[in-house]
């Protein structure tokens, strides 16, 4: 039986074919919503999807899913946790848009200085407003936060710098040996800022971020850009701070922003001068929509053939991992079916299981991460198997 996939989302054509050509079952349906996707995948095997929402019904009424790829760089539009509960790998294509959100953020910013909407506004209702608009000031010379200095933000600052812009970064800290958001030092880099442009996943510690005490570290008449997710910034703050602070605010993402690809759309942001808003399009250039589709292909396919998830971001991260036990053994049927049952009958966890062959298929090695130690009497069991050559038991 032909692997089933699902693209739900727009998807080059000559990249559809490639994954026809690898006889894989290929169903293409770039209308669907959140709502159509419980019924579509129900018998599919991979789904792929760009901002098309992945809900807990999707995964749940799934037979056969074993793998969602998200079309992109972020994975908040796909419910995570109830891919856990199920064992479905979710997978992402990180990078591969980032010159197209970082060509959008710019363009956003030359917008806001140049007042470019508002000049076309005026000139197709009949108005001439030359005096108005010669007002700018010019971004050469000028501040700019980057805040979060990830592919994005690097391709960002590689354009500003050549705009003659002084360029400053916030992003990730390692403290203590874990990997977290730091923000304590907003309050200095804020306030030295004439441009600020958001470049951060969506995650606990960043929804929220820009509240009302980010917004009063801001310089008055400072640019604010979002390409990145809407919920980093608190909207109410925001409006209140555009009112107070006068600053201007160019967004790709904002709060109640709709699903599908066509239609009307509702915003208390519409009326407000001081607002530009995109539809979203920061990854939508045919250049990146290639470079993602191609990603996209390379990890199917190894996942077809070989079972390897590239850029699997649901794997687990903080495992329960005591100890490590390697054996060496004969490349033989039932070994390590034999080596397990030693230590499942001592009620031991395995995390993690790793199987590799020497060349020549006659020896291997199996490495396992377990939760507790392997009691002794129990390593001697496993020694004394005529098909182990050796093994190793160290605590982690």
Not at 86 to 113: F, Q, R, W
Not at 117 to 128: C, H, L, Q, T, Y
Not at 134 to 146: N, Q, V
Request: proline fraction near 4%; glycine fraction near 8%.
């Amino acid at each position: 039986m032909k692997v089933k996939v699902l693209i739900a989302d727009k998807f080059p054509q000559q990249h559809i074919d490639q994954l026809k050509a690898m006889d894989l079952d290929v169903a293409y349906e770039p209308k669907l919503g959140e709502n159509d996707l419980p019924a579509a995948a129900a018998d599919a095997d991979i789904l792929v999807v760009r901002s098309t929402i992945v809900n807990a019904e999707t995964i749940q009424n799934s037979k056969n899913l074993n793998l969602i790829i998200r079309a992109g760089a972020g994975v908040n539009n796909i419910n995570i946790s109830a891919a856990n509960q199920k064992g479905v790998y979710v997978a992402n294509c990180p990078g591969m848009n980032s010159i197209a959100v970082a060509e959008l953020a710019i363009g956003l910013m030359l917008a806001l200085d140049r007042r470019i909407p508002d000049n076309v506004a005026d000139f197709k209702s009949g108005v001439w407003n030359k005096g108005e608009y010669s007002k700018a000031e010019g971004i050469h010379g000028k501040t700019l936060g980057i805040v979060g200095v990830g592919a994005i933000g690097r391709e960002v600052a590689k354009r500003a710098t050549s705009f003659g812009m002084n360029v400053y970064g916030k992003d990730i800290c390692r403290i203590e040996g874990e990997l977290i958001k730091d923000f304590s030092e907003m309050d200095k880099l804020l306030p030295l800022c004439d441009v600020i442009t958001i470049h951060l996943p969506l995650t606990p510690e960043t929804r929220g971020l820009f509240n009302k005490e980010m917004f009063s570290h801001m310089k008055p008449g400072a640019f604010l850009i979002n390409t990145a997710r809407a919920e980093i910034i608190d909207e109410d703050a925001m409006l209140e701070a555009i009112e107070t602070k006068k600053i201007r605010v160019a967004l790709d993402v904002f709060k109640g922003e709709p699903e599908g690809k066509g239609g009307t759309v509702s915003s208390r942001l519409q009326n407000n001068p001081n607002v530009y808003v995109t539809h979203h399009i920061g990854a939508s250039t045919e250049q990146a929509q290639n470079a993602v589709a191609s990603e996209t292909i390379r990890i199917i396919k190894d996942f077809v053939n070989s079972g390897v998830i590239a850029h699997w971001v649901n794997r687990a991260k903080d495992l329960q991992q005591g100890y490590q036990l390697v054996v060496k053994h004969y490349d033989r049927p039932g070994v390590l079916a034999s080596v397990l049952n030693v230590i499942s009958e001592a009620h031991i966890n395995v995390e993690e299981i790793e199987n590799v062959i020497f060349d020549g298929g006659i020896a291997a090695s199996c490495t396992m991460k377990l939760q507790s130690e392997v009691p002794a009497e129990r390593l001697i069991m496993i020694k004394d198997n005529p098909n182990v050559l050796s093994v190793s038991h160290v605590a982690l």
